[in-house]
């Protein structure tokens, strides 16, 4: 069994940043993968970030290449994202998921998921 809870949202203003926290319990943290979702009003949930188990690979949905950083620490139990040059759109929940048994990569499916925090965005 693993809990996420994610913390860090908030309200920011465009051309602002945050940083997303998502703490594990837990003894299996690091065998699995990270991915961060979310999910705007009256969309579709996607994946924004995934990081493999070692933080040797890593994914990013075009929308946020070179704006966003996903990392985790294995040590605390904990996988981040950084999020730099916000824009409205980015506004939605974020959730933090894990997954413990993949093959490929990115994770088709995640096991576990965390509560979600709000990011918005204004313009």
């Known amino acids: 069994q693993v809990q996420l809870v994610e913390s860090g949202g908030g309200l920011v203003q465009a051309g602002g940043s945050l940083r997303l926290s998502c703490a594990a319990s837990g003894r299996t943290f690091s065998s699995a993968a990270m991915g961060w979702f979310r999910q705007a009003p009256e969309k579709e949930r996607e994946i924004v970030a995934a990081i493999s188990r070692s933080g040797g690979s890593t994914y990013y949905v075009g929308s946020v290449k070179g704006r966003f950083t996903i990392s985790r620490d294995n040590a605390k139990n904990t996988v981040y994202l950084q999020m730099n040059s916000l824009k409205p759109e980015d506004t939605a929940v974020y959730y933090c998921?894990?997954?413990?048994?993949?093959?490929?990569?990115?994770?088709?499916?995640?096991?576990?998921w965390g509560q979600g925090t709000q990011v918005t965005v204004s313009s």
């Open positions: 998921a894990a997954a413990l048994l993949y093959s490929g990569f990115p994770p088709q499916e995640y096991d576990y």
